[in-house]
Every structure is written in structure tokens, then in C-alpha cells.
């Protein structure tokens, strides 16, 4: 099993920034690849970024490309998400999810954190 704990939401105007963290526990060994999903209210779950557990390679979605960066510390078993310009339509909440198989987009998210609320202001 993998643990996944999100920190680091907030309220902010629009413009400004958030650093999103999730720190990884347990069977860390099995994670391939660690994304970032957003679900706004009435709207479906969405991708937003991922990077492989090695640290070497980003993905992003185009909404946030640009904007968003994601990074992997490896002392610390965790990945960041840095957001800037944020937009009032960033507004969701932010979930941490773990990926023993190398796909990026949707499939094989086995595991998952308990989300954290970003909220942007207009």
C-alpha cells in the first residue's frame, strides 16, 4: 500500500500563487509515476500534472501549462505542485494520486490522497 497526504491549499487572489505538497508513504518502491487531478464542483475529475517517480519527466495539461510546475524531492518522498497566475477556474479540489504503471493521463491511479481545497478569487 501506498500512503498519500496533500497539504498546502488555500484561498488565494487571483494572480497569485499556491505550492501544492503530497508526501508519499509505505510501498513506495512500486510508484512509477505520481499525478495531480483537480474536480471542480458539477465538473468530472480532471489531470492536471504528473512527473515520473524518478524526477525526469513532466506532464502537464494544457489549461495549466505554463502556470504550473511539478517537482519530485526525494529526500522526502514527495512531489510539489507550484501554481501561478492562478485563475479564478482553477478553483477545485486538488487531489495526489500514485501510479504503479508508467501511464500519465487517467489509467492505473491505484492510489489516491484526501484532496485539498484551492480556492481563487476574482
Known amino acids: 500500500q501506498v500512503q498519500l497526504v496533500e497539504s498546502g491549499g488555500g484561498l488565494v487572489q487571483a494572480g497569485g500563487s499556491l505550492r501544492l505538497s503530497c508526501a508519499a508513504s509505505?510501498?513506495?518502491?512500486?510508484?512509477?509515476?505520481v499525478g495531480w487531478f483537480r474536480q471542480a464542483p458539477g465538473k468530472k475529475r480532471e489531470f492536471v500534472a504528473a512527473?515520473?517517480?524518478?524526477?525526469?519527466?513532466?506532464y502537464y495539461a494544457d489549461s495549466v501549462k505554463g502556470r504550473f510546475t511539478m517537482s519530485r524531492d526525494h529526500a522526502n518522498n514527495a512531489v510539489y505542485l507550484q501554481m501561478n497566475s492562478l485563475k479564478p477556474e482553477d478553483t477545485a479540489i486538488y487531489y495526489c494520486?500514485?501510479?504503479?504503471?508508467?501511464?500519465?493521463?487517467?489509467?492505473?491511479?491505484?492510489?489516491w490522497g484526501q484532496g485539498t481545497q484551492v480556492t481563487v478569487s476574482s
Open positions: 509505505g510501498r513506495t518502491f512500486s510508484i512509477a509515476v
Open positions: 512527473i515520473t517517480w524518478s524526477g525526469i519527466s513532466t
Open positions: 494520486a500514485a501510479n504503479p504503471s508508467s501511464s500519465i493521463y487517467s489509467d492505473g491511479y491505484n492510489y
